[in-house]
């Protein structure tokens, strides 16, 4: 019986990171294949196309291109974020959501105690991933998003990615008309518009909404070193403050019918700028990323609200499944009833967080995982999750869902668990005290 033959031409149609991160990773990953980019306008929704963050599965991603941290630091003007700050949302006045581990009780569940990322971030100190307890943390690297392009534009030629004429629309199935007046035909299409014109040409839309906000701008002022954002509830809207060595970025989302005028001052007096135009953003996803001959990406699969690098964090993630599932010869492709099951479960995951964070519905499995955090204090763990249980646990805690406590717990002298819990925090004191001012460790690495 005859092999499959490999894909012989993959094009991936998108004029921002996604499609230039999906390019790279496929033509290091298919060498004896033709990988063509086609660029074309983001508009201002792409979320994950304008993040100037991501997290671990954009770590990740990186890693198997060979974008390492250093020349991030170097060339894209990154500086690392340990934590968010949340104020305003939520029954507690405030509460921490650390990237890195969440603190576990002597049984194994989880405290509710500040996290050691938290911990640093609110002191604006760094530990040394090599020193004692910088396991503990995993931080989130955010960039200057023209030097992140411009870095990934240079990746993408030197992986021999072949860009065309920009996509002008749909021709047939798998085909791309440009705008030279020729047209492209591929085996596999990669849809990282961020807009998802190619599906909705074809007919396919197929997307399922979802609750959170439908609103946001933008906006920028000037830079700072910082080693938090922060996350704010203000005039019926929630402000995203990531500093930044190159400019401060701000990002606003707000629900379709709330009063736009109050946000958008509530925006400028909190940011002290002005925000960009205001655009919708239409909560959801596709209930199918993967059809025929094109598999949606990004915001072109899936869309909310800008939160925490996680838009561009799924975006790696859909980007790291299809290369773990690559399909061999022509339609229909095995592989795409799997690759459908996990990239939604992926988003469904990444909404589910989203919509809590910002007051939305529960989904019938964000409530099995409330129900477990309140009860246990612990949370159950997805097979494709996009967030972190860390990360969960900590959301659960600041919105007043526990923690609970294991039976083992339960059964603990309390005397021996509030021993344990003096020490935990005696440890978090010492690793603060080891930790370095953060512009101090960034100066002794240059």
Wanted: charged letters at 20%; hydrophobic letters at 50%.
């Amino acid at each position: 019986m005859a092999e499959p033959r490999p894909l012989n031409r993959l094009g991936i149609v998108g004029g921002g990171p996604v499609a230039l991160l999906a390019a790279i990773a496929l033509a290091r990953a298919l060498p004896t294949s033709d990988v063509f980019l086609l660029p074309c306008a983001v508009p201002e929704a792409a979320l994950a196309d304008h993040a100037v963050s991501g997290g671990a599965a954009l770590r990740s991603l990186h890693a198997r291109i060979g974008i390492g941290e250093r020349l991030l630091l170097a060339r894209a003007a990154a500086s690392h974020c340990l934590a968010i700050h949340v104020e305003g949302i939520g029954a507690q006045p405030d509460f921490w959501l650390g990237h890195g581990a969440a603190v576990r009780d002597a049984a194994g569940g989880f405290a509710g105690e500040p996290s050691l990322a938290a911990v640093l971030a609110e002191a604006e100190r760094f530990l040394d991933p090599g020193a004692a307890g910088g396991d503990l943390i995993d931080p989130v690297l955010r960039f200057d998003p023209a030097a992140y392009r411009a870095g990934l534009t240079m990746l993408a030629r030197q992986a021999r990615v072949r860009e065309l004429a920009p996509a002008a629309g749909l021709v047939g199935e798998g085909g791309i008309a440009l705008a030279d007046g020729t047209h492209f035909e591929a085996d596999l299409l990669i849809d990282a518009t961020g807009s998802g014109w190619i599906r909705s040409a074809a007919g396919q839309s197929g997307w399922t909404e979802a609750d959170g906000p439908a609103r946001s701008c933008r906006g920028s002022t000037a830079p700072q070193m910082s080693l938090r954002d922060r996350l704010l509830g203000r005039g019926g809207a929630f402000l995203h403050e990531q500093p930044g060595l190159s400019a401060t970025t701000w990002t606003g989302s707000w629900e379709a019918m709330a009063d736009e005028q109050r946000v958008l001052d509530a925006f400028a007096s909190a940011a002290g700028a002005i925000p960009d135009p205001v655009f919708s953003i239409a909560p959801g996803r596709l209930a199918t990323a993967w059809q025929g001959r094109v598999v949606a990406i990004g915001d072109a699969a899936a869309r909310f609200a800008p939160t925490a690098g996680l838009n561009l964090h799924l975006a790696a993630a859909q980007i790291l499944l299809l290369l773990d599932l690559l399909p061999c010869g022509t339609p229909p492709f095995v592989e795409t009833a799997e690759y459908n099951r996990r990239s939604a479960l992926l988003a469904q995951d990444a909404l589910d967080f989203v919509a809590y964070l910002h007051g939305g519905i529960r989904s019938p499995a964000l409530a099995q995982r409330i129900d477990q955090f309140a009860r246990r204090g612990w949370v159950p763990v997805l097979a494709e999750g996009c967030v972190s249980v860390d990360l969960w646990a900590q959301l659960l805690a600041g919105l007043g869902h526990g923690p609970g406590k294991l039976p083992r717990r339960t059964a603990m002298p309390e005397a021996e668990a509030a021993a344990a819990a003096e020490a935990r925090a005696g440890t978090r004191a010492t690793r603060l005290a080891d930790a370095m001012p953060y512009a101090r460790w960034r100066a002794s690495r240059a």
